[in-house]
């Protein structure tokens, strides 16, 4: 039997966060290495901060020496993420800026007006070299919208006061009618009058409608031999030959991303190596789909411009960073690569059906750089209490109206998986793996350790049930190490 191995790193470890860039605990450091989406902060004191109490960015972690696949995708679903071997989850009670796992069921995946746009723009480029006039807004301008609807309420306010009888009150025996609710009635009446159906109607306009939506593989199929450009994409094996004979060529592209997209002054190769080129997962392969860490390459006329980062799971292909070169901008390369990232999904899906979703990391609501995550339709959120999914729009809803730190539980009324018993879990100790009963009696010292046993519950509850290949590290069981 094979295992997953995870050390135990810490419960509420608080840092500076990447996001809001807002410290509101007493003496919290400045956050180093600090990777884009997946960044962390520098380790604390560790200590346990007061329920309630907002302390920036909280997060219990553990450092991961192997993985299988099947467990890390188990992990996923709990709503943990790695940046390389290092396992976090954040606390979203307490965090400044919740973050709840976002996915995407990619056989259910419509592309909007902007995505078809970018694929366009992308395909005149290549076939012309012509760059887009207008590019792709990949990020949700919120201040800018309430600014707006603030201007807005105080134009209707203005004009109620100098027209009072603008607006006259409709009887209540006269309600007004939406025009959809109009031409529903004007249809429904029309197949009445035919003898028809009206749902057997609306049933065949669907089909057409799906028979005429463009799929991203048909935006790619496109592709001349006499274009200006040629594309390429490759989904490369971490640590493979070839992937060593660019690695050079790929940092640099990063130090460039990083220097001009996140004032990074001086990107250095052991951190950059650290948190997008290393990995715990353990290589694996069913019906044809190798699973593991890859570096997805878009190479225009053999020049890197682009690398996403992404994990290839069982049930998921999880992107967790993408850098690209600012010189290339024009080409919306965030929502380009997320669209073949989703089109990779689909022909693993074809390959091994139950890998059919695309993780997109964490969405903070919060935060107007991670709502571009929520365009790709329809998406679901993963509630923190239960670790139940729900649609994206409904939690759109409950997010909306979050007071305090913006923590919501999408599904109030379903409990939270009963732990496993610690006493069945697996840990590492002088004799090997073991359950945690029997590391006790072989370690007379821990079974008074209160602080061990806390940690473990800790961990237990969130990691919860169904990952049943892990195995736990704690100093406290091996003391001779």
Same mark, same amino acid.
């Given at each position: ?160 006061? !100098?027209?009072?009888?603008?607006? &006259?009150? *409709?009887? $209540? #025996? %006269? ?6 609710? +109009?031409?529903? /009635? ?13 749902? !057997?109607?609306?049933?065949?306009? &669907?089909? *057409?409608? $799906? #028979? %005429? ?6 935006? +790619?199929?496109? /592709? ?258």
């Amino acid at each position: 039997m094979d295992w997953t191995i995870l050390e135990f790193m810490c419960t509420n470890n608080r840092s500076s966060c990447g996001y809001c860039k807002d410290v509101r605990g007493p003496d919290a450091p400045s956050s180093s290495e600090k990777v884009g989406e997946e960044a962390e902060g520098e380790e604390t004191s560790g200590e346990e901060q007061p329920e309630g109490r907002i302390q920036s960015s909280v997060t219990g972690g553990v450092w991961a020496h192997r993985m299988l696949v099947d467990d890390y995708a188990g992990l996923l679903d709990k709503g943990w993420r790695r940046s390389g071997k290092y396992l976090y989850k954040p606390n979203n009670k307490v965090t400044c800026c919740p973050q709840y796992t976002i996915r995407l069921d990619v056989t259910r995946f419509k592309m909007s007006r902007s995505q078809k746009r970018a694929m366009r723009q992308m395909n005149e480029f290549l076939a012309t070299d012509k760059r887009p006039v207008c590019g792709i807004k990949e990020e949700d301008p919120v201040e800018k919208k309430e600014e707006q609807a603030a201007l807005s309420k105080t134009s209707d306010k203005k004009c109620n006061l !100098a027209s009072p009888d603008a607006k &006259r009150a *409709k009887p $209540a #025996d %006269r309600p007004v009618l939406k025009k959809k609710e +109009i031409r529903r /009635a004007k249809f429904e009446e029309k197949c009445r009058k035919r003898n028809v159906d009206p749902e !057997a109607i609306r049933a065949e306009r &669907r089909q *057409k409608d $799906a #028979d %005429r939506q463009r799929t991203v593989r048909s935006y +790619i199929d496109e /592709a001349r031999p006499d274009w200006k450009h040629k594309l390429e994409v490759q989904l490369v094996t971490v640590g493979s030959p070839e992937y060593e004979q660019r690695l050079d060529e790929s940092f640099e592209l990063y130090k460039k991303y990083q220097k001009t997209i996140h004032k990074d002054k001086e990107p250095r190769l052991p951190g950059w190596r650290k948190f997008l080129c290393d990995s715990p997962l353990l290589r694996d392969t069913k019906a044809g789909v190798n699973f593991g860490a890859f570096h997805m390459w878009y190479l225009l006329d053999d020049k890197l411009i682009a690398v996403g980062i992404v994990d290839v799971l069982p049930r998921c292909l999880s992107a967790k960073y993408m850098y690209y070169d600012p010189d290339y901008s024009f080409l919306s390369l965030g929502t380009y690569t997320a669209l073949r990232e989703i089109e990779q999904t689909q022909q693993f899906h074809a390959k091994w059906p139950p890998l059919k979703y695309y993780y997109m990391g964490f969405y903070i609501h919060s935060c107007p750089k991670m709502r571009y995550k929520a365009k790709f339709r329809p998406s679901e959120l993963l509630c923190d209490k239960s670790f139940e999914w729900a649609d994206y729009e409904a939690c759109r809803e409950l997010l909306d109206k979050a007071e305090d730190n913006g923590y919501v539980e999408f599904c109030p009324n379903s409990d939270r998986p009963i732990p496993p018993r610690l006493e069945n879990m697996y840990v590492m100790a002088p004799g090997g793996i073991q359950t945690f009963a029997s590391a006790l009696e072989e370690v007379p010292s821990a079974v008074d350790d209160q602080e061990l046993r806390r940690n473990f519950e800790y961990l237990a509850d969130l990691v919860g049930p169904n990952v049943p290949n892990l195995v736990f590290y704690f100093s406290a069981l091996n003391p001779d190490d």
